[in-house]
Structures are given as structure tokens and as C-alpha cells.
């Protein structure tokens, strides 16, 4: 709720989408559903969600691969496995229809903050 101190802003919907998305990524992990290595890739992309995914240059820097590239192992590491449950299946195809929407492969990072969509991360862990 906003409060005069701290404004209901765009900016502060965003946040609260970050916080929320890294926290069901920690509990992916704690639940053993990522493959090992992974949880980087989606820190990074939860991270950059919001400015509608990194530049280029951080992914070359942070990863080595183009944007391309990042978004299929985002994708990978957030694939659907046989040993996931139905909740953890449900929560992985939510965040990356989240991170997709954020990252649109169609377009170049943007310098201006946008929020993921409304309703992203409400399921949270």
C-alpha cells in the first residue's frame, strides 16, 4: 500500500516482481527442480526482467553467448522435467512465460525500467 514515505511507483512493482521471482527460484532450487548450474542464468535474467533483459554487451561480458543464445538456455533451465510435480511444473512455465514476456526475443534491451506483466509472481513459494 502506498504510503506517503514510499510511493506506489512502477518502478516499486517491479521490485516487488524481482523479489518475488528470486524467491520461487529459491525454492526451485531448494526443491532440487533446477538442473545444477542453473539458477545463475535465471538470477540474471529475473535481474534484468524489468529493464526488458540486458544489453548485448552484459550478456557477452556475465555469459559469453548472444541474446539468443541466453534466452534458450533460460528456457532449458526452466524446462519441464518428469520427476517435477504439478506445482513445480505450473511455477516454471509461469516464470518463464513471465521472463519471456520481459525479454522479448523480438526486440533489443530497452534503457527505460518496465514491469513484468500484471500478475507476475503471484504464486509464490
Same mark, same amino acid.
Given at each position: 500500500?502506498?504510503?506517503?514515505?514510499?510511493?506506489?511507483?512502477?518502478?516499486?512493482?517491479?521490485?516487488?516482481?524481482?523479489?518475488?521471482?528470486?524467491?520461487?527460484? %529459491? &525454492? =526451485?532450487?531448494?526443491? !532440487? *527442480?533446477?538442473? +545444477?548450474? /542453473?539458477?545463475?542464468?535465471?538470477?540474471?535474467?529475473?535481474?534484468?526482467?524489468?529493464?526488458?533483459?540486458?544489453?548485448?554487451?552484459?550478456?557477452?561480458?556475465?555469459?559469453?553467448?548472444?541474446?539468443?543464445?541466453?534466452?534458450?538456455?533460460?528456457? %532449458? &533451465? =526452466?524446462?519441464?522435467? !518428469? *520427476?517435477?510435480? +504439478?506445482? /513445480?511444473?505450473?511455477?516454471?512455465?509461469?516464470?518463464?512465460?513471465?521472463?519471456?514476456?520481459?525479454?522479448?526475443?523480438?526486440?533489443?534491451?530497452?534503457?527505460?525500467?518496465?514491469?513484468?506483466?500484471?500478475?507476475?509472481?503471484?504464486?509464490?513459494?
Amino acid at each position: 500500500m502506498p504510503t506517503p514515505d514510499r510511493p506506489h511507483t512502477e518502478s516499486s512493482g517491479a521490485t516487488a516482481w524481482v523479489r518475488t521471482a528470486l524467491r520461487q527460484c %529459491a &525454492a =526451485l532450487e531448494a526443491t !532440487r *527442480s533446477l538442473l +545444477p548450474g /542453473t539458477k545463475p542464468i535465471l538470477v540474471f535474467a529475473i535481474r534484468w526482467a524489468p529493464f526488458g533483459g540486458a544489453t548485448a554487451e552484459e550478456l557477452f561480458v556475465n555469459f559469453g553467448v548472444t541474446r539468443q543464445q541466453f534466452l534458450r538456455m533460460t528456457g %532449458a &533451465a =526452466l524446462t519441464t522435467r !518428469r *520427476s517435477d510435480d +504439478p506445482r /513445480t511444473s505450473q511455477l516454471k512455465q509461469h516464470l518463464m512465460m513471465s521472463l519471456s514476456r520481459a525479454w522479448r526475443a523480438d526486440r533489443e534491451a530497452e534503457s527505460t525500467p518496465t514491469a513484468p506483466a500484471q500478475g507476475a509472481g503471484e504464486h509464490a513459494s
